[in-house]
């Protein structure tokens, strides 16, 4: 999942009420809703968000106080800052493009086995 600005608000909540959604997470120009941390009892462990934020963004400290509430939840947790930008994404963030490159690696989950029923219109080994 990912978002920017309201967007990477509800990322941020939907991803620490229903951590079951995703693996890993990229939150940006944005943070978390602090009432939900005594509203979360689940463990967060082995799971990864991404969060970036402009230098100047006003939701700067809502990110940091993201990156600390995460990490607290034993969560791998990567906080970038844009230099000299404001309430927006750098389109060219190196370590944005780093997590995300080596997010298959950390991953490494077992592939899932998918089985399809065969519709009344399809042969048998459609």
């Known amino acids: 999942m ?21 693996a890993a997470v990229v939150i940006t120009a944005a943070g978390y809703h602090n009432w939900l941390a005594n509203n979360t009892p ?3 462990t082995g799971k990864y ?8 963004d ?4 809502a990110a ?3 990156a600390r509430f995460f990490n607290s939840r034993n969560v791998d947790v990567m906080l970038e800052l844009y230099p000299g930008l404001g309430h927006q994404i750098d389109p060219n963030a190196p370590k944005l493009k780093r ?5 298959p690696g950390k991953l490494n989950q077992p592939k899932i086995k998918r089985h ?11």
Not at 3 to 16: E, M, N, Q, Y
Not at 99 to 103: G, I, K
């Open 99 to 103: 997590w995300l490159s080596e997010l």
């Open 58 to 61: 006003q939701n700067r400290w």
């Open 2 to 22: 990912a978002g920017i600005s309201r967007g990477g608000w509800l990322v941020a909540d939907l991803f620490t009420v229903r951590p079951q959604l995703a």
């Open 64 to 66: 940091e106080s993201a």
């Open 116 to 126: 399809r029923t065969r519709g009344p219109n399809e042969p048998n080994g459609f």
């Open 42 to 44: 689940v463990s967060l």
């Open 49 to 56: 968000v991404y969060i970036g934020a402009g230098e100047t």
